[in-house]
Nanobody, 122 residues
Framework: QVQTVESGGGLVQPGGSLRLSCAAS????????MGWYRQLPGKQRELVAR???????NYADSVKGRFTISRDSAKNTVYLQMNSLKPEDTAVYYC????????????????WGQGTLVTVSE
């Protein structure tokens, strides 16, 4: 099994910065990718940023140039540095780890965190 836990959310003024962290733990054989998703009020969950085991990254157009995803593979941890935050960034941010567990199949599984709230407001 695997557990994915986010931290770092909070209240920040427009133009400010936050850094989110997400750590995956458990009987993990490998992590194919980790990513950040968000759910804006009244909208569906959407991709924010994702990083693969090979280091490739993908960002939503709305956050390019402002957000940066990074990882610490030894700690099974991913970070999201959020700069120049806008009120439109207000959302619950979720971490997702795409992992293979230590079992006889090594099939890919999605592990979602509980979410952390980011509020951008005066």
């Amino acid at each position: 099994q695997v557990q994915t836990v986010e931290s770092g959310g909070g209240l920040v003024q427009p133009g400010g910065s936050l850094r989110l962290s997400c750590a995956a733990s458990g009987r993990i054989f490998s992590i194919d990718a980790m990513g950040w998703y968000r759910q804006l009020p009244g909208k569906q969950r959407e991709l924010v940023a994702r990083i693969t085991s090979g280091g490739s990254t993908n960002y939503a157009d709305s956050v390019k140039g402002r957000f940066t995803i990074s990882r610490d593979s030894a700690k099974n941890t991913v970070y999201l540095q959020m700069n120049s935050l806008k009120p439109e960034d207000t959302a619950v941010y979720y971490c997702r780890a795409d992992v293979r567990l230590v079992d006889n199949t090594l099939i890919l599984r999605e592990s979602w965190g509980q979410g952390t709230l980011v509020t951008v407001s005066e």
